[in-house]
Each structure stands twice: as structure tokens, then as C-alpha cells.
């Protein structure tokens, strides 16, 4: 039976790190793994090993580097990004439905600090 685990904490906690080894740890125990990246302003492949497979990125749909371009900040590129995958949340949806859902795998989501705050505050 396939299950899911989601990681949050604050900038620099290790989040990614541990997604990362969850992965390798899951697969040595020969279970596939979907890692998805809910994140916009990190790069998972940066951290991890060619051996662990990142499913979804929600960089395909908004990236915290392109809207920092644009002239916002970090913080405020972030919740801009937040805004836009809530304003748009259909079709982060049939994204992540396509590449994820398809298949019984476990799942593990790293997800941003300040997504908290920002769920919080579509509720």
C-alpha cells in the first residue's frame, strides 16, 4: 500500500536532504518513490544524487528565479509564485494528476517554508 509523506520547515532545515534520503532508503527497500517538488525557489537536482527521480517540479509551472527577474524579491517572488499556483491550482492539478497519480508509488513532497502561511491564508 502506497502512502505519503509530506516534509515542511524553515530555509535550511535540511528538507531536501531528507526527502533525498528518504528516496535512497525506499528504494534500497525496493519501493519506487514519486518526489515532488512543491518548492519554486529550489532546485532539488542541486542536492540530490542521479539515482533519486524527481516525478513533479513545480518549476514546470512557476519559478521563483524567473519572477525574482521580474523585480520582486525572495519573499515577495515567493508569495506572488504561492498566488499564482493558487490562482492557477486546475491546472497544477492535471499536471501533477498526469505524472503522479498514474502509478502506485509512495509519494514525498517537499515543500517551501512559507507554504503555511500562504494555505493559511486561502482557507
Known amino acids: 500500500m502506497p502512502y505519503g509523506q509530506v516534509v515542511t520547515g524553515p530555509p535550511g532545515s535540511g528538507k531536501t536532504t531528507y526527502c533525498h534520503g528518504l528516496s535512497q532508503y525506499l528504494t534500497l527497500l525496493n519501493r519506487s518513490t514519486h518526489l515532488i517538488n512543491f518548492d519554486p525557489g529550489c532546485d532539488p537536482t542541486t542536492f540530490m544524487s542521479e539515482t ?26 515567493l508569495q506572488w509564485c504561492f498566488e499564482y499556483i493558487a490562482h492557477n491550482a486546475d491546472e497544477v492539478m492535471k499536471r501533477i494528476k498526469s505524472q503522479v497519480i498514474k502509478a502506485e508509488r509512495d509519494k514525498i513532497s517537499n515543500m517551501p517554508e512559507p507554504a503555511k502561511s500562504t494555505l493559511e491564508h486561502y482557507t
Not at 512557476?62 to 515577495?76: A, R, S, Y
Open 52 to 77: 533519486v527521480n524527481i516525478t513533479f517540479d513545480i518549476r514546470s509551472v512557476v519559478d521563483l528565479t524567473n519572477v525574482m527577474e521580474k523585480g520582486w524579491g525572495p519573499n515577495g517572488g
